[in-house]
């Protein structure tokens, strides 16, 4: 099974600021690595697929790359609806795993 | 516009079995594999498995393997999951899901809450 590893853990900054949230797998996954924004409630949503391509409706403010095991999602610039807790998955092996995920809090 | 709609919240005793729908519309039913996925109460996401709509084949986590079945109504639009023998552990929301681009999971149901308690 592939383990992902998510750091940091939590990342508290402010509005307008850069977020850069990190995933490292076990082994390589080619590109084959989704990420996912969940805010609390409500169901996760699909933001990046394929390591760098954003999903329908995601603003150009999220950003995602990386291959192998080296994986980054990078937010811009805050927008107060932006802080949530970020998943990453992967689909180059069963079963699909996630990591442990990061939660952009308001500093 | 894709919606995935999910049934209800349940209330179980340990040793007792759910069942959890997921009702699908604004695409073609067959054409995308549908996935299960749990959150425990304060934790991450756990993938249990999928279904293929088309040909109802199966692919489960090895950690659900012995106690999910997933299956499908191709002429209602639903597929459904199943958990036997539930454990005060599965306590959990259950989210279904319609795999997208890149076989990323693109379209979530709002995620059925059950809860396993004596």
Redesign the interface.
């Known amino acids: 099974e592939i383990v992902l590893t998510q750091s940091p853990a939590t990342l508290s900054l402010s509005p307008g600021e850069r977020a850069t949230l990190s995933c490292r797998a076990s082994q390589s996954i080619s590109n084959?690595l989704?990420w996912?924004q969940q805010k609390p409630g409500q169901?996760?949503?699909?933001l990046i697929?394929?390591a760098s391509?954003r999903?329908t409706g995601i603003p150009a403010r999220f950003s995602g790359s990386g291959s192998g095991t080296d994986f980054t999602l990078t937010i811009s610039s805050l927008e107060p609806e932006d802080f949530a807790v970020y998943?990453c998955?992967q689909?180059s092996n069963?079963?699909?795993?996630?990591?442990?995920?990061t939660k952009v809090e308001i500093k | 516009q894709v919606h995935l709609v999910q049934s209800g919240a349940e209330m179980k005793k340990p040793g007792a079995s759910v069942k959890i729908s997921c009702k699908t519309s604004g695409y073609t039913f067959t054409d995308y594999f549908i996935?299960w996925?749990r959150q425990a109460p304060g934790q991450?996401?756990?993938?249990m498995g999928w279904i293929n709509p088309y040909n109802g084949d199966t692919?489960y986590?090895?950690t659900f393997q012995a106690r999910v079945t997933m299956t499908r109504e191709t002429s209602d639009r639903t597929v459904y999951m199943e958990v036997d023998t539930l454990r005060n552990d599965d306590t959990a929301v259950f989210?279904c899901?319609k795999e997208?681009?890149?076989?990323?999971?693109?379209?979530?149901?709002?995620?059925t809450l059950v809860t396993v308690s004596s």
Not at chain 2, 44 to 47: D, F, I, N, S
């Open positions: 084959f989704a996912y169901a996760p949503r699909l697929y394929d391509n999903a998943y998955q689909r069963w079963p699909l795993t996630f990591g442990g995920g | 996935h996925v991450g996401l756990e993938w692919k986590a090895q989210y899901a997208g681009r890149g076989y990323s999971l693109a379209n979530w149901g709002q995620g």
